[in-house]
């Protein structure tokens, strides 16, 4: 009996040494996936971490590059109310106004319509009325075009033609006039890549809408003008080719006038 009681007694102990040897390897087992887990945790928050700051960093540069610097400059006048006089650090500008407003107006139209252009109906129905031979020349792929810069052209008689839509732009300016020479200037060319005509309608309408020779302007407009044209892609021609800026440095001014030194 006191045999089969110590072997009783020896069994318990031992199997509550087992119990707990087994109850210590799970808790250390998961202690180890808990410790694996957080570092794995700890790792995946560094690698969005750095792909956060990657981004922030790609975000700050493009916003940098989209970001032009405007050099100084200080608007002295208006010449022949056609040309504008401004001051910079090493001598001045020469700007011709109607093809500085050109080059703003054909970068801001092309923009505009190579998104989601925004049409509206004109309130009272544009009609125009063309010869015989303008209506020969007024193809599909014209039509096509206009249709793609928001202008919807429909027949409307045998020799007349409706304008049904516009871009909301355009109200902007004195709409019936402004189409009737857009319409003239499609018709006109013989252009049959449709990607130039394209952009020759685009730098029509920006010539259209913008700044003439002999427009006065006030001294805040042409502030305006020049820091606008300055942020523009490509500002030192207009669309048509013409140069819309002339640089004189100081060392030109003072070779012209012979000083001493030059």
Same mark, same amino acid.
Request: with cysteine; proline share 3%.
């Given at each position: 009996k006191q045999d089969w009681e110590h072997?009783?007694?020896?069994?318990?102990?031992?199997?509550?040494?087992?119990?707990?040897?087994v109850k210590t390897k799970r808790c250390c087992q998961k202690e180890t996936?808990?410790?694996?887990?957080?570092?794995?945790?700890?790792?995946?928050?560094?690698?969005?971490?750095?792909?956060?700051c990657s981004k922030n960093r790609h975000k700050r540069t493009v916003e940098e590059k989209n970001e032009k610097t405007i050099p100084y400059?200080?608007?002295?006048?208006?010449v022949l109310l056609t040309y504008i006089i401004i001051e910079i650090k090493d001598g001045f500008y020469i700007?011709?106004?109607?093809?500085a407003n050109e080059r703003i107006n054909y970068e801001k139209f092309t923009k505009l319509l190579n998104s989601k252009i925004e049409v509206c109906t004109p309130l009272i129905p544009l009609i125009i009325n063309l010869s015989p031979s303008e209506i020969k020349r007024l193809t599909d792929d014209k039509i096509k075009i206009l249709n793609q810069i928001g202008i919807e052209v429909e027949g409307f008689g045998l020799n007349t033609i409706k304008i049904s839509s516009i871009p909301v732009f355009i109200k902007e300016y004195s709409e019936e $006039?402004?189409?009737?020479?857009?319409? =003239?200037?499609?018709?006109?060319?013989?252009?049959? /890549? %449709? *990607?130039?005509?394209?952009?020759?309608?685009?730098?029509?309408?920006?010539? $259209?809408?913008?700044?003439?020779?002999? =427009?006065?302007?006030?001294?805040?407009?042409?502030? /305006? %003008? *020049?820091?606008?044209?300055?942020?523009?892609?490509?500002?030192?021609?207009?669309?048509?080719?013409?140069?819309?800026?002339?640089h004189f440095t100081k060392y030109d001014i003072e070779k012209m006038f012979k000083r001493s030194g030059i």
């Open positions: 072997i009783a007694k020896l069994f318990i102990v031992e199997t509550s040494v087992n119990w707990k040897h996936r808990n410790g694996a887990n957080t570092r794995i945790e700890q790792h995946l928050k560094g690698i969005m971490l750095a792909q956060i400059f200080r608007v002295v006048g208006q700007v011709d106004q109607h093809a $006039k402004y189409l009737e020479e857009i319409i =003239d200037q499609v018709i006109r060319t013989d252009k049959i /890549d %449709l *990607i130039e005509l394209r952009k020759h309608v685009i730098a029509t309408m920006a010539c $259209k809408a913008s700044i003439k020779a002999n =427009d006065h302007l006030e001294i805040r407009e042409m502030e /305006d %003008l *020049i820091k606008t044209l300055f942020t523009c892609d490509n500002p030192t021609c207009c669309p048509h080719g013409r140069p819309t800026i002339v």
